[in-house]
């Protein structure tokens, strides 16, 4: 009986601390006199996230409560505190003038366990800034440029299997579009990165589209992944892993085949992987161990497929419900490919401004992550303020919000191409848009991005036409659970050859 009251006091007492810890870290905006709304004691201000509401809408809306209340905001994300900032001058200060006491993600990684998880989109301090000096190289306007035959092939490929696909198949229910730019996107970010054909347009079941469904979702639940960045030593000490295992095997294992057959045959390619070979220095501090070019290729690749291939998707779904943009974007495309000879090239594709203008709005209206993070690495007076920004605190810039403000961008809802002329975006905030984040740790490969959504559109745009099928999701849903924005069921349309 002793013992059981003994642990019956243990039980109860850790439960006690607890409850008092996380009551003292939700009294944190409170004691310090900012504006926040009250904390649920475990969901923070995330009570409905993935129960009714996506973290886009969650967050859009406390960014319009509290927009013009002041220069940021308290918000709780579960157990962890941040400061989302509402100011578009303050957005500039902590992205570019300030940078240097915001260079920090936050991002909890595993080097030891979770080895690819250590890539440049989590890596903080001195060690980002090392890999990053030693990655932007990679793409200059030289090898993008070198590196765009093998994307305008796989976008001849993508014409030919839509082709097919309409000559062979009962289109009703009309053309599985997302799916079929994931199988696009794969296929040049796996040349791109890796020199490999993936093959994945003309099989979806290839191995490399089963990896890709598995990267689109945590490993664990939203609250778990918050504990591990609030706690990330700890969960360090647990060996909790980041990465899917079975994703995190596959890079491994292809990397290390693809370098070891290389090394054994000298063989020279252009593309991210042998960039990163030959920043290998054996003998060195500063050589790049094979888990080290594992992370980095990893993180070219997730990023690169998944992003772009949501800016495609949304993109063909607004054309086809805007046909007069589509038909601009079409004239564009097909006169300016006349003027190169009838060949999409580099100087072609950059002459594109109307269809770049259709990307950017895409990617305002569909911000592909709702905000972007920072961590602050010193006490932070802010101007204008009596308020800091404690050391170690997250900074969230809610860039899906400032996307849909209304003050900021008239009838948010409408997809209107026009909002990016020269002379539009001039007149507007640098922090407006933020597509590619700013600053230091703006995204290192957004020319390569773009021009492979380019060339993508450009190429099935010339060829076919694409309007709503009675499958079309009208207004569009988003998936609640994808790390990324996804659309709830698919983006279906009608497709027809021109």
């Known amino acids: 009986m002793e013992l059981i009251r003994i642990l019956v006091y243990f039980i109860f007492g850790s439960f006690l601390l607890i409850y008092l810890a996380l009551k003292r870290n939700n009294s944190y905006f409170s004691k310090r006199g900012i504006l926040h709304d009250k904390p649920e004691l475990f969901y923070g201000n995330l ?9 886009y809408q969650i967050i859009r809306e406390y960014y319009m409560k509290y927009k013009g209340s002041g220069r940021f905001v308290g918000i709780y994300l579960y157990m962890r505190k941040a400061m989302m900032l509402l100011d578009l001058d303050l957005i500039q200060d902590i ?35 090392t890999m990053r000096a030693k990655l932007t190289p990679a793409f200059t306007s030289g090898k993008i440029k070198f590196m765009l035959t093998s994307v305008v092939d796989i976008a001849n490929q993508l014409v030919n299997v839509l082709e097919e ?27 791109g990165v890796f020199g490999l ?31 591990m960045t609030l706690f990330p030593n700890l969960f360090r000490k647990l060996k909790f892993k980041y990465i899917n295992e079975e994703v995190s095997q596959f890079f491994l294992r292809v990397v290390r085949e ?4 290389r090394d054994r045959t000298s063989e020279q390619r252009k593309d991210f992987l042998n ?15 094979i888990d080290e070019i594992t992370a980095q290729a990893f993180a070219f690749f997730a990023a690169g497929y998944e992003t ?46 109307y269809l770049l203008q259709v990307m950017h709005e895409t990617m305002r209206m569909y911000s592909i992550v709702p905000f972007l993070v920072r961590k602050t690495a010193e006490d ?86 694409f309007s709503p099928s009675h499958k079309t999701q009208i207004p569009m849903k988003f998936n609640m659970y994808k790390m990324c924005r996804g659309p709830e069921k698919g983006v279906y349309l009608k497709v027809e050859k021109l």
């Open 47 to 55: 009570k409905e996230f993935t129960r009714s509401k996506t973290l």
């Open 95 to 129: 992205l570019v003038k300030d940078f240097g006491n915001f260079t920090d993600h936050g991002h909890y990684y595993n080097e030891k366990d979770d080895p690819i998880s250590a890539h440049l989109v989590n890596l903080d301090g001195i060690r980002w800034k």
């Open 165 to 191: 696909t309409l000559s062979s198949t009962n289109m009703d229910d009309g053309v599985h579009c997302d799916d079929l730019m994931v199988r696009y996107t794969t296929d040049v970010t796996g040349s």
């Open 197 to 227: 054909k993936c093959n994945s347009l003309r099989n979806p079941n290839c191995e490399f589209i089963a990896i890709t469904k598995k990267l689109c979702y945590y490993r664990h639940s939203w609250p778990i992944v918050a504990l």
């Open 258 to 261: 693809t370098v070891e057959f």
């Open 275 to 289: 960039i990163l070979m030959e920043l290998r220095k054996p003998n060195t501090v500063d050589n790049l161990t």
């Open 308 to 353: 772009s291939a949501s800016a495609l998707s949304f993109c063909l779904y607004e054309l086809a419900l805007n046909q007069d943009i589509q038909d601009k974007a079409r004239r564009e495309i097909t006169e300016t490919i006349a003027r190169h000879d009838g060949k999409l090239t580099y100087e072609a594709v950059n002459e594109m401004k």
């Open 380 to 465: 932070y007076i802010v101007s204008n303020t009596n308020h800091v920004i404690e050391k170690g605190t997250t900074v969230i810039i809610p860039m899906d919000a400032i996307h849909h403000d209304p003050d900021i961008y008239p009838n948010p809802e409408q997809f209107d191409p026009e909002r990016f002329t020269k002379t539009e975006v001039e007149n507007r905030h640098p922090m407006a848009w933020l597509g590619f984040s700013r600053g230091g740790r703006a995204c290192i490969g957004s020319r390569y991005a773009e021009f492979q959504v380019l060339i993508g559109l450009s190429s099935l745009l010339k060829n076919f036409r």
